[in-house]
């Protein structure tokens, strides 16, 4: 039987129009002659998507009894029975009710597509297994009905239904969504404008992503080897030179030449660990490279130009970016193509970019000759083997000589010059081999006891032993370099990878990096100290001496402090590998700079946000009443008969007046005390219900006057309670003198991942969204000429009252007409987090 096949609608929220599209799509289908039927549909009351399921055949749902409850599921028996070409199935994440024959909706999709039956269903992207913690971040809503991604990226066909953020919000505003009761907590929670866009593009990148594997399945598939290059992407190979920089430079340019082009570094290192490469300069050139957006990676493999063409095949590379080969002309000959030349020969439909660079090869360089591998006592004690164990040789061949046992004296002397080069390298082992020669002609090549020869064909026959054992003893001694460089290489692996893992697992990265230092270069003593002579960081003991070896610490030309190395030195390796933790020192020391910095002014903008506030209360709310107050006095003072009526109204004036002067200096000079550092901002757990309650019994609102809707499940949340009644004071008041008698204001309080929120909502004339800045301007309000609509603080100074505790003031539209204050705040930290 025919498996049938399944299309689904991909959604970035609730609401791009999913269902609606499914229910068009099928009607269009059923016009066309396509047997439609819908398997399941959640209209959740929307009138259009009724509208567009007029017409199309309903099979009717499952019906199971749950505690009493009657509840309904797509019974996948009937649809089966019914057997249509296409079955509308809404909601693939949904879960079904207890007693159903499968647990989740899209199990029973997978019945259907089994009986031949072809499906179009909906989900969207919050509810994909592999995204749903993303989502979670992005909302504050953690997802339990999820769909596993195999099953959603086995689909014959996947397409977004897209709708812009701001366009979503205003259908939800409408209320073409949600009822109008849940309009506002949508608004003001999941559907928030950023949330939404986060979610968009979080759908439109799985789908890109899926589309990319399917090109490459598909390659595979029909083993395509080219590369299809759909998207621009650039391979810079890096050797660890000088070259890498301008190389990466390069590839950025030719990257971002077109849209959505990808950078792609690669080191290729051998699996021996022989290659050579600058440390230090890949950690820079891997920082310049995630500069400019792009990738590094590291590969292994003794064939670079193979390994190098396999990864721009496997990433689907367009661009592959080499610098010119450093060998000079003679190296290039005696050696063969290079690498470069490789790669070109390999790449077949990739571009290969070959860059010039200062470090290109010399017209006639010679291959640079590199000191033994062998330390100077190894040297040593191999010349002491060749010339103590060459005559004792001799000495018993010469004793046991006959005509016929020139070859097994030939072979022992070899095995002298093997056993030579295993113990002290190429130098000892060349001398052996040159005085086993001249031995064996003296003693055992006619005529004996003398440098001569005479037949030619022993002349060539020692010849070859000379050089066959010169050979021997280079191979041996490339083999013992190549050991004890794979050593130093484990070795250096060994400390960069507990280094970062000392970083990782918590431990402060600069005391991390000198403690490690020291044992890996066995140093007495090892200290970091700044420019000022402040220790920063040490480990063992400093020679009483004083001596020690200084090295600057620092990045981009700047010293920040100097490493002290004590009881140590370090060779041409060691300094490689001190390289590069001074440059982890360097990026740490910046790191905890930047911290320090970002600390300091943190406190600057939040003592800043006060002075800010309290000046405009100075130049503001004391001028009107004390004008107000002075103007009653003067009138009381005047000469002439005042009324009865007219003396009282002026001595409620002043009353008025000198009372609000009065609360508002005592206000002014407790905040001005957290300005002078006597009062600081004091942060404590504070429950968000009590201080809401607070402000409402100071502003005598009641229930007539406010609806509440308090979260009781909300956790304390950091701030100065005396500071946030404040700021609920103000923002209260004003919402009450602006909202209709018949309206009463509208408090709610919620949860935003590690943040709340207190909104509290109006539904007034509203303020349009070119005037909400000004209105933080000190003391912008409608109307802004009575005395007894309250002289507070302000909103420019609830502002700051709110930003000083690490929070925000930000206003939105109410959903039907006016204006939401919503205070944010950091929720309090638990004694685990503490």
């Known amino acids: 039987m025919r498996r049938g096949r399944l299309r689904v609608l991909l959604g970035a929220a609730p609401g791009v129009g999913k269902t609606f599209t499914m229910l068009e799509e099928g009607r269009r289908l059923r016009d066309e002659g396509t047997d439609v039927v819908i398997g399941i549909l959640e209209t959740h009351g929307r009138a259009a998507t009724l509208a567009q399921a007029v017409g199309l055949e309903q099979v009717p749902r499952r019906e199971l009894d749950h505690r009493g409850v009657v509840l309904s599921e797509l019974d996948t028996d009937a649809v089966i029975a019914r057997h249509p070409q296409l079955a509308l199935v809404d909601e693939l994440a949904h879960t079904n009710a207890p007693g159903s024959p499968t647990q989740k909706r899209w199990q029973d999709v997978e019945i259907l597509l089994d009986a031949g039956v072809d499906v179009i269903t909906t989900v969207n992207v919050q509810h994909i297994e592999s995204l749903a913690d ?56 999941y559907f928030r404008l950023g949330n939404l866009t986060a979610l968009r593009e979080l759908a439109l990148l799985w789908l890109a992503d899926e589309v990319d594997s399917a090109l490459n399945l598909y390659r595979e598939e029909h083993g395509i080897e080219g590369a299809w290059q759909a998207r621009e ?81 496997g990433v689907n590379a367009s661009q592959l970016v080499l610098g010119v080969s450093r060998r000079g002309r003679l190296s290039a000959a005696l050696t063969g193509p290079g690498v470069s030349a490789t790669v070109i020969r390999e790449a077949s439909d990739i571009d290969v970019h070959i860059v010039t660079h200062q470090a290109a090869g010399d017209r006639f360089a010679l291959p640079r000759l590199r000191g033994g591998a062998l330390s100077w006592r190894r040297r040593l004690l191999g010349f002491a083997v060749a010339l103590v164990g060459g005559p004792l040789l001799s000495w018993l061949l010469f004793a046991f000589h006959t005509p016929d046992s020139i070859t097994s004296d030939v072979l022992a002397y070899q095995l002298l010059v093997i056993v030579v080069a295993l113990i002290g390298g190429i130098w000892p082992a060349l001398f052996a081999a040159v005085l086993s020669g001249l031995t064996l002609d003296f003693l055992f090549v006619d005529p004996i006891f003398t440098i001569t020869i005479d037949k030619p064909p022993h002349a060539v026959a020692l010849g070859l032993y000379v050089v066959s054992a010169v050979l021997v003893s280079w191979i ?45 270069f066995g140093l007495a003593g090892i200290r970091l100290v700044d420019a000022e002579g402040t220790v920063l960081a040490t480990d063992g003991e400093p020679d009483a001496d004083g001596q020690f070896l ?11 402090a100097t490493l002290e190395l004590h009881g140590g030195e370090l060779d041409a390796a060691g300094r490689r590998l001190l390289e590069v933790i001074v440059t982890q020192l360097g990026a740490a020391l910046e790191h905890s700079e930047l911290q320090a910095t970002a600390r300091e002014a943190d406190a600057l903008a939040e003592t800043d946000q006060v002075r800010s506030a309290l000046l405009s209360a100075l130049s503001h709310d004391l001028r009107r009443p004390l004008a107000a107050a002075v103007a009653a006095i003067g009138g009381l003072r005047a000469t002439g008969t005042l009324s009865e009526e007219d003396r009282a109204e002026l001595l409620a004036t002043a009353d008025e007046s000198l009372a609000t002067l009065s609360t508002l200096v005592t206000d002014l000079l407790d905040v001005s005390r957290v300005q002078a550092g006597v009062l600081a901002v004091s942060l404590a757990p504070t429950d968000v219900a009590d201080v809401v309650l607070a402000a409402l019994d100071e502003l005598d609102l009641g229930p007539g006057n406010v609806d509440l809707a308090l979260d009781a499940d909300l956790p304390a949340v950091e701030a100065d309670a005396v500071l946030l009644q404040r700021v609920l004071v103000n923002v209260l008041a ?26 509290v909502a109006d539904h007034g004339e509203g303020v349009p969204p070119e005037r909400r800045e000004g209105m933080f301007a000190p003391f912008q309000r409608h109307g802004d000429t009575d005395n007894t609509v309250g002289l507070g603080l302000g909103l420019a100074l609830s502002r700051g009252f709110a930003e000083g505790m690490g929070g925000t003031l930000t206003p939105e539209d109410t959903p039907g007409g006016g204006l939401t204050m919503v205070v944010g705040l950091p929720l309090a930290r638990s004694e685990e987090d503490a």
């Open 476 to 520: 041996v001694d490339q083999a013992a370099r190549r050991a004890r460089i794979a050593r130093r290489a484990a070795a250096e692996a060994e400390l960069l990878a507990t280094v970062a893992g000392s970083v990782v697992r918590g431990e402060r990265a600069v005391p991390a990096l000198v403690a490690r230092a020291r044992e890996a």
């Open 134 to 189: 993303v989502v979670a971040q992005i909302t504050g809503v953690v997802q339990r009905e999820t769909v596993p991604d195999a099953f959603v990226r086995a689909a014959d066909q996947i397409e977004v239904i897209d709708l812009a953020p701001q366009a979503l919000r205003d259908r939800l505003s409408a209320g073409l969504v949600y009822p109008a009761e849940r309009i506002d907590a949508a608004l003001s929670n």
């Open 734 to 759: 004003n919402a009450a003198r602006h909202s209709p008698p018949d309206r009463p204001v509208h408090v709610s309080t919620s949860r935003l991942g590690d943040r709340a929120e207190i909104r």
């Open 550 to 560: 200084a090295i600057p610490v620092g990045r981009d030309g700047t010293t920040r």
């Open 233 to 313: 992407r650039v391979v810079v190979a890096l050797t660890g030179g000088t070259e890498g920089e301008t190389l990466i430079r390069r590839g950025a340019r030719i990257a971002a030449r077109s849209a959505g082009g990808e950078l792609l570094a690669v080191h290729v290192s051998g699996h021996d660990g022989l290659r050579t490469a600058n440390p230090a300069a890949l950690v820079h050139q891997r920082e310049l490279v995630e500069s400019f957006g792009g990738t590094y990676h590291q590969l292994v493999g003794d064939e670079t130009a193979r390994t190098l063409v396999q990864f721009a095949r």
